[in-house]
């Protein structure tokens, strides 16, 4: 394509771009009109060809945009640029243009990449999409004041000051000996000192010129506290006049209001999306999901990238991973990431296989491209507070962590696996090894979960006040899963406690139980299915146990938890260390206790340690050598495998509980794929497409952004099954697309989060994007010989060799990447890309 003809194309795009933006051109008759174009030239498309080759230099100078105010004001310099150069290139003749305009804001634009400039904030910002008349005029009201937000002074009291502006005066306060009363009857949350650390941490970068924070803090540690400190600090300094606060999860979209409600509600008004559709401008705090934003891409249709001048991330290593990092980064201004997870929990990956299939592989490169989104490129958040941290200055409590390992869980973590031996339908002996994933999913043991509740029971911490067993929450495989162990545990109390329960003493809390979001605010609040069982005035919760899949890791408070149970493996560290921050607050129980005097006889009402039960060695993978604190050596059975007692049926190990080794192999379920479960064909994908869209689990699951349990259910419910034998393979097969799809990306597609499956090659060119966002290569001629050289290093296993060994005396016969595309790329980009390449890019997704 001539220059001609890509400078025209790029001014049809602004073209289009504007008026879907809502900005309208002089020329459209008596419609309200507010772009301008200086000078006066008007192009259409027969028109094209007669500018030649010369487009931006016009007769009359340079052709920009001039979009005004409602009353006819310059608003905003838009500078267009050829789709073959970089918009930056225009950006000093835009801020001279600016200047004498008397405008505030540019937008630097090829018709592919835009960016939006505030002359008054730094530099400019890669945009999607270009903001509307009125976001931009709203936006305008904040006039930055870095000043003011370094110099705002924050102590201890300053959420209580917005909470009880007046509480220094009041008498509850003066009187010492009243004070904690005072304090805990009007829940006065103040700042703790690490807490204070953090804001002055995030003054001192804003002080450096950052506009992009991470604060790294352990579970427990109070980081909506800190982000509401921080959300004043924005809002009462000037710096800010609206907050966008994203979670992950649905659960906590009304967890995180009512919190932001409770602190800051005086000044501030705080709403959920969702809930105030039409009127949430009026808010300054607007809280919603990620995966509503996503649905349908509607953050375009529904926001202008200045709609918000803080956007915060909650648990940003989710809430800004895959697609969703799209949603943080279309919103102009400050942005603060929240997370609870250290990237020291990753340091067993091996960096130098960046094709492996460990699982912890994608965790080490979300959180690398969390570290890197918020401009912590070399690892150190703008503030750092970990579970150590918080042990030694008396915040938090560490865990007692128990291994316990059955005969058949010990095979399934062994490198062998368990191996089952068998005659398949032909009458051929067989063999299969099952590893600790398949557990309750492809490998069925009853007589595991039976020991594992067990030994559970028996060595529980127990609650210091009524000596029942301490609140638990435990997590399973799957729902199945979850309900198996409800029940069993449940048989088990009846024994241990005759009378005392009614089968609720366990109680399943998974999204297919109805209510069973209120069930966990009641498991908090100490009244889930009754309270005060064998205490009338203390307040504790009847149900003991919750048994639950992932609905109770990010986000759920309740201090008194004394027992976690993982009777699963888990291979993300994100999830290990959700799940193990469950436990890790303080607690005093007297305060559920409404008898003086059975207060004085309560020894240790302080909660000092809880005990983490891990049956699948989950602290071994993630800590090499761990050291348990506890380890108990469970029956072994008394029997060969696939032999019970008399040669066939149940193994007994003794008690009133029983191992069925011998059962083992009569639940596995083995398939022979025929030849005709192998034909795919776009009706195979439409029939997928019906079938989760109507399974309602699947669907809320969705709805709430659980993919775990999504992906674990489609696996375990939905793919495999004798009606049509869906399989992953088969899909890919049938949505003929050029490389490896993943579930996750069938399912969006398929409940409309994204609106087609993108080539393998517009992947690699959104990967490149974000290659030259992150590094602005000043050699702008060289950028597409470095863009052929990230391409190939991404698709092709041999120049990956070729490059990290160095024969480079290979590409001179190489068809794909020659020794003259090498030599085209810039020295230090030859080292650079491949690096990069390893710690971002998944490579999985580029293969056939």
Request: with cysteine; net charge neutral.
């Amino acid at each position: 394509m001539s220059a001609g003809m890509q400078e025209a194309t790029a001014r049809i795009k602004i073209n289009r771009l504007l008026e879907a933006a809502g900005w309208r051109f002089f020329s459209e008759g008596n419609a309200p009109a507010n772009i301008r174009l200086e000078p006066s030239v008007t192009i259409k498309a027969a028109d094209l060809d007669a500018l030649g080759e010369n487009f931006e230099k016009a007769t009359r100078g340079f052709v920009d945009f001039l979009l005004l105010d409602a009353k006819g004001f310059p608003l905003i310099v838009l500078e267009a640029k050829a789709e073959d150069k970089n918009p930056l290139v225009g950006k000093e003749q835009a801020r001279k243009y600016a200047r004498s305009q008397n405008c505030r804001f540019v937008i630097l634009s090829s018709g592919n990449l835009h960016y939006f400039w505030d002359l008054e904030r730094g530099n400019p910002y890669v945009i999607t999409s270009f903001p509307t008349p009125d976001s931009v005029i709203g936006y305008q009201k904040v006039t930055p004041k870095p000043e003011r937000l370094i110099a705002e002074q924050v102590g201890d009291d300053y959420i209580v000051l917005t909470q009880r502006p007046s509480y220094q005066a009041e008498a509850g306060w003066k009187h010492e000996a009243e004070r904690p009363g005072y304090i805990q009857a009007n829940k006065l949350r103040f700042l703790r000192p690490y807490q204070l650390k953090a804001i002055h941490s995030l003054q001192a970068a804003v002080d450096a010129g950052k506009d992009r924070f991470l604060f790294e803090m352990a579970t427990g540690t109070g980081k909506t506290l800190t982000a509401a400190a921080v959300i004043k600090l924005f809002l009462r300094s000037g710096n800010a006049s609206r907050v966008l606060f994203l979670v992950d999860r649905l659960e906590l979209e009304d967890q995180a209001k009512k919190a932001l409600v409770a602190l800051l509600s005086a000044d501030f008004q705080t709403v959920i999306y969702k809930e105030n559709r039409d009127d949430w401008r009026r808010a300054e705090i607007v809280v919603t999901t990620v995966q509503s934003l996503l649905f349908n891409n509607k953050y375009q249709k529904l926001f202008s990238p200045t709609d918000f001048d803080l956007v915060i991330s909650d648990e940003a290593h989710r809430s800004i991973g895959g697609n969703a990092r799209a949603v943080f980064d279309y919103f102009i201004g400050y942005k603060l990431g929240l997370t609870a997870t250290p990237r020291d929990y990753l340091r067993r990956f091996d960096s130098s296989k960046p094709g492996t299939r460990d699982p912890r592989e994608a965790e080490r490169r979300l959180l690398l491209d969390t570290y890197r989104t918020f401009g912590c490129e070399n690892s150190q958040p703008t503030f750092r507070y970990s579970l150590l941290d918080g042990v030694k200055e008396g915040y938090l409590i560490n865990p007692i962590v128990v291994d316990a390992r059955t005969e058949i869980t010990t095979e399934l973590l062994s490198e062998e696996g368990f191996v089952v031996s068998f005659t398949d339908d032909t009458g051929e002996d067989q063999q299969e090894a099952f590893k600790q994933r398949e557990f309750e999913k492809r490998f069925f043991a009853e007589a595991t979960n039976q020991l594992l509740c067990k030994t559970f029971l028996e060595n529980a911490l127990r609650d210091p006040v009524s000596g029942e067993i301490g609140k638990s929450i435990i997590f399973a495989v799957s729902q199945n899963h979850a309900a198996k162990l409800a029940q069993i545990l449940n048989q088990m109390a009846d024994r241990m406690f005759p009378g005392r329960y009614q089968s609720d003493f366990a109680v399943q809390v998974t999204s297919q139980i109805p209510d069973a979001q209120q069930f966990t605010i009641n498991f908090s609040n100490n009244n889930l299915l009754g309270s005060g069982n064998f205490i009338a005035a203390y307040k504790t919760s009847k149900a003991r146990v919750c048994v639950t899949v992932g609905m109770m890791t990010t986000g759920y408070d309740c201090t008194d938890i004394l027992n976690l149970g993982l009777f699963r493996p888990i291979f993300s560290p994100t999830d290990f260390i959700q799940i193990k921050g469950r436990g890790t607050r303080r607690h005093n129980f007297l305060e559920q206790v409404f008898d003086e005097s059975l207060k004085a006889g309560v020894q240790k009402p302080s909660k000092t340690a809880y005990k983490l039960f891990d049956f699948f060695a989950n602290c071994e993978y993630f800590e090499k050598e761990f050291n348990y604190d506890e380890v108990l050596k469970l029956p072994r059975p008394t029997a060969k495998r696939g032999e019970g007692p008399g040669g066939e049926g149940p193994v007994v190990t003794g008690g009133a509980y029983e191992h069925l080794g011998a059962d083992i192999l009569a639940s596995m379920r083995v398939e022979q794929i025929t030849a005709e479960g192998m034909k795919i064909d776009r009706m195979f994908f439409e029939r997928f497409e019906g079938t989760v869209r109507e399974n309602e689990t699947i669907a809320k699951a969705v709805e709430a952004g659980q993919w775990d349990h999504v992906i674990d259910y489609v696996n375990r419910e939905v793919f495999d099954k004798p009606e049509e034998y869906y399989t992953l393979d088969k899909l890919r097969k049938a949505a003929a697309v050029d490389r490896r799809l993943t579930l996750r990306e069938i399912l969006e597609k398929v409940f409309g989060l994204i609106p087609r499956f993108k080539s393998k090659d517009e992947l690699l060119e959104e990967e490149f994007a974000k290659f030259v966002a992150d590094f602005k290569p000043e050699e702008a001629e060289a950028i597409p010989a470095i863009k052929t050289f990230f391409k190939a290093y991404v698709t092709s296993d041999q120049v990956r060799h070729i490059i990290d060994t160095k024969d480079f005396t290979v590409l001179a016969t190489h068809p794909m990447f020659s020794t003259r595309d090498f030599k085209a790329v810039p020295a230090k980009y030859r080292a650079l890309v491949p690096e990069y390449v390893k710690d971002y890019v998944s490579l999985n997704q580029f293969s056939a």
